[in-house]
């Protein structure tokens, strides 16, 4: 079967730096992808990996190994307006979105 | 209005009540999708329409009716729910459907359905 896995809820400190890890099982990969969702908001696009390797992207960087089934999304610098929950999502061999039920993030001053 | 608009945002509704949920996206995208959102629980992909056309249809009771008169507007019909069906329902487009690796979607804010 195809499975998601994400913690359900993390929190941390302003300013410091957060690791949110997402591993996976699916018929085939297109690519791995990460939005984040602020409460009653809709969720809004942070990075898509397709190779190895760590993509950079201002505060915010996606890492992703195939072989570990594997990613994470790594926040710096952390700030209130981090507050989101962060949806991992995994496009299938049939170009399907697979997603994982997210990870709430909580960041306290 | 640019991005993805979901009208009403919130809906109260008994079980033999018929209502319709709305969606427009003004990206000039050619793929719209019905998702639903239960707390806690992954994304479900109820319908995706590809240049108007219906492609996927994930096993989706039929109280969910779904429209596509062209590709900027998206409707959910909705008729006689059941409780377990109070939920976020989330529109989203995209460029196209057609096995695009990196296939982006944008996000409407979304309807908060509570079916009584």
């Known amino acids: 079967g195809q499975n998601i896995d994400q913690p359900t809820e993390m929190t941390a400190t302003e300013g410091a730096i957060v690791q949110i890890n997402c591993t996976y099982q699916t018929s085939g990969f297109n690519g791995l992808f990460w939005y984040q969702q602020h409460a009653g908001e809709a969720p809004t696009f942070l990075s898509y990996?397709?190779l190895d390797g760590l993509e950079e992207k201002g505060r915010f960087s996606s890492f992703l190994s195939r072989s570990k089934g594997y990613s994470y999304l790594l926040l710096k610098e952390l700030q209130m307006k981090d507050s989101a929950s962060y949806l991992c999502?995994?496009?299938?061999?049939?170009?399907?979105?697979?997603w994982g039920a997210g990870t709430k993030l909580i960041i306290k001053p | 209005e640019t991005g993805v608009t979901q009208t009403p945002r919130h809906l109260v509704m008994g079980m033999t009540n018929k209502k319709s949920l709305k969606c427009e996206q003004h990206?000039?995208?050619?793929?719209m999708y019905w998702y639903k959102q239960s707390a806690k629980k992954p994304l479900e992909l109820m319908f995706v329409y590809n240049f108007k056309e219906q492609t996927e249809n994930n096993s989706v009771p039929s109280r969910f009716s779904p429209e596509c008169p062209n590709s900027s507007h998206l409707f959910l019909h909705l008729h006689t729910l059941q409780p377990e069906d109070s939920a976020l329902y989330l529109c989203?487009?995209?460029?196209?459907?057609?096995?695009?690796?990196?296939?982006?979607?944008?996000f409407g804010a979304g309807s908060r359905l509570t079916v009584l």
């Open positions: 999502a995994i496009m299938d061999s049939n170009y399907q979105l697979i």
């Open positions: 990206l000039g995208h050619n793929a």
């Open positions: 990996n397709v």
């Open positions: 989203a487009s995209s460029q196209d459907n057609t096995g695009s690796g990196a296939n982006v979607l944008t």
